[in-house]
């Protein structure tokens, strides 16, 4: 029986996937172990041909559906329908994984005594121009863990960095975890996102889907974690769908109209920065002695 299931949406990224499926031959975890699932959002490059050269080396199988526009979600959701692994690893093409990250995701899980939704952490994820430039010749997809120990040397951090560094590595006592549950690299137990509803498929612009899920495991109480031992980096290209900032204001708001939570009622607070993340939004405006901000400190504002 599979353990793990790793689902990878794509879209006209051959070059992208083949670094990321390079990186999934390389993991430490029996093969047995795990499966890869692609699917294809509507691209028309070699996407197929690049994931059946890998059948030799993995066991994966590949999906196409119509390209009716941005629909990661849904592809997503047919990846996980089509999973036999017990919990679900969600990457993005071009998200490249340590070699022993599948094996420490199944160690998590497996060790806890609750459903958890564990974040990855994910190298050179949204760096500036400059960085990347300086970046590109210690890129190296057939030596990850080599180029991981660069990018952690030259300070690529994950971009949110700065908010486990004022919040806390424990993100599980942060009062909403949710908002960091972006699926660039995330895993699940595959029976919680099905409880959960899966990904809502009206999302059809970037960003929202993962985080409306991530809202609905939260308030199923499955914990939220981020494992630094569990790590990739992320493969510096063009975005196919602009993230501009309203797509990312619009998406906060139909989440609190859709959940009406007070966590998520700080989206719409307007602060002297742009940019603060909700985390820090709460944490400016809800002081509490407790600067872990447990769950349980908390008393329902609506």
């Known amino acids: 029986m ?7 949406p794509t879209y006209n990224r051959q070059e992208l996937l083949a670094h990321t499926l390079d990186s999934l031959v390389s ?10 699932i692609v699917v294809d959002d509507g691209g028309r490059d070699n996407s ?11 066991n994966i199988q590949y999906f196409w559906q119509h390209d009716k526009g941005f629909r990661a979600g849904k592809a997503r959701n047919i990846g996980t329908m089509a999973a036999e692994g017990e919990y679900i690893v969600y990457i993005d093409t071009g998200v490249l994984l340590s070699t022993i ?4 995701h199944l160690r998590v899980h497996e060790s806890s005594k609750t459903p958890i939704a564990v974040l ?15 970046l590109q010749p210690i890129l190296n997809a057939s030596d990850i863990d080599k180029t991981l120990l660069h990018l952690k040397q030259q300070g690529a951090h994950d971009i949110r960095q700065r908010q486990y560094e004022d919040m806390g590595e424990n993100i599980g006592d942060w009062p909403a975890p949710f908002d960091l549950f972006w699926t660039c690299h995330v895993s699940a137990e595959r029976s919680e996102l099905i409880k959960a509803g899966l990904f809502d498929e009206s999302f059809n612009t970037w960003g929202g889907e993962d985080v409306d899920l991530g809202i609905r495991l939260f308030l199923n109480k499955n914990q939220f974690m981020m494992n630094k031992t569990i790590c990739s980096f992320h493969w510096p290209h063009p975005k196919e769908v602009s993230d501009s900032d309203d797509h990312s204001n619009d998406a906060a708001r139909r989440i609190h109209e859709k959940y009406q939570i007070w966590q998520t009622s700080f989206y719409n ?11 820090k939004i709460i944490q400016l405006y809800r002081p509490y002695e407790n600067p872990l901000f447990r769950r349980s400190n908390f008393v329902d504002i609506h």
């Open 2 to 8: 599979r353990k793990i299931s790793v689902v990878i």
């Open 27 to 36: 993991q430490t975890l029996d093969k047995a172990l795990f499966e890869v």
């Open 48 to 58: 197929k041909q690049v994931a059946e050269s890998y059948k030799d080396r993995l």
């Open 101 to 104: 990250t599948l094996e420490e």
């Open 120 to 134: 990855g952490y994910v190298y050179g994820f949204d760096v500036d121009a400059e960085t990347l430039e300086s």
């Open 269 to 279: 607070v307007d602060h002297r920065e742009d940019g603060v993340p909700l985390n």
